[in-house]
């Protein structure tokens, strides 16, 4: 495995929840940010959370309190739990790391995975 990779996007309705997993591959050397973003169509991308040095978490205010970031170390694996979807909500989110830099900033992070679509509608 050469990048991340994303899994766990789908259709659902308002109000509902969705899983998103995000596969790393063994990177050499420490990652400080692992993060998720989302673009949904004619937007910039748009940070969502991401973990710290494997320790802290941080969240967007439009997500914080209905989407939990976790991570399994042993798996090189992040999760995305979305709880209480909205339409606003709908993008292809990305999972990507980065060696150093800004976590919120996307052009911090030079390796990302191919994305996956979440669909929300009302």
């Known amino acids: 495995q050469v990048h991340p990779v994303e899994s766990g996007g789908g259709s659902v309705q308002a109000g509902e929840s969705l899983r998103l997993s995000c596969v790393f591959p063994?990177?050499?050397?420490?990652?400080?940010?692992m993060g998720w973003f989302r673009q949904a169509p004619g937007k910039e991308r748009e940070w969502v959370a991401n973990?710290?040095?494997?320790?802290?978490?941080f969240y967007a205010d439009s997500v914080k309190g209905r989407f939990t970031l976790s991570q399994d170390r042993a798996k090189n694996t992040l999760y995305l739990e979305m709880n209480n979807l909205k339409p606003e909500d709908t993008a292809v989110y990305y999972c990507?790391?980065?060696?150093?830099?800004?976590?919120?900033?996307?052009?911090?992070?030079?390796?990302w995975g191919q994305g996956t679509q979440v669909t929300v509608s009302s």
């Open positions: 990507a790391a980065a060696r150093d830099g800004h976590c919120a900033a996307a052009n911090t992070y030079n390796d």
């Open positions: 063994e990177y050499s050397g420490a990652i400080l940010c």
């Open positions: 973990i710290l040095a494997y320790r802290s978490i």
